[in-house]
């Protein structure tokens, strides 16, 4: 079985830290923000295997790029599988009631 690296990209970096800051600051709860960030390491690793499961993002039809989702709680991951270097490239995080991003 094939064995997939994980790259986070800067804007998906800001995305989760400004989803951890709004849980922690905003809803004040700290240790609700932890646990969020343990279970989205979780579900990204899990994508080193077979990250071809999950569906299409609607952001697909309006890219270059073959963008997924990974849905996790109301968050949606979009993410591109890049073949030629065996990685799957986080591109952004949005919440699920959002409209969908322009990915270029």
Request: hydrophobic share 35%.
């Amino acid at each position: 079985m094939k064995i997939y690296r994980i790259i986070l990209s800067d804007d998906a970096f800001d995305d989760i830290e400004h989803i951890l800051h709004y849980i922690a600051k905003d809803q004040g709860s700290p240790l609700n923000a932890e646990r969020w960030c343990k279970k989205v390491l979780k579900e990204i690793y899990s994508l080193e295997k077979m990250p071809e499961r999950c569906p299409y993002a609607p952001e697909n039809n309006e890219s270059d790029l073959t963008i997924r989702m990974l849905r996790i709680d109301s968050c949606l991951f979009l993410y591109c599988i890049v073949e030629k270097t065996n990685t799957v490239e986080i591109l952004r995080v949005r919440h699920g009631s959002r409209q969908p991003y322009r990915i270029d």
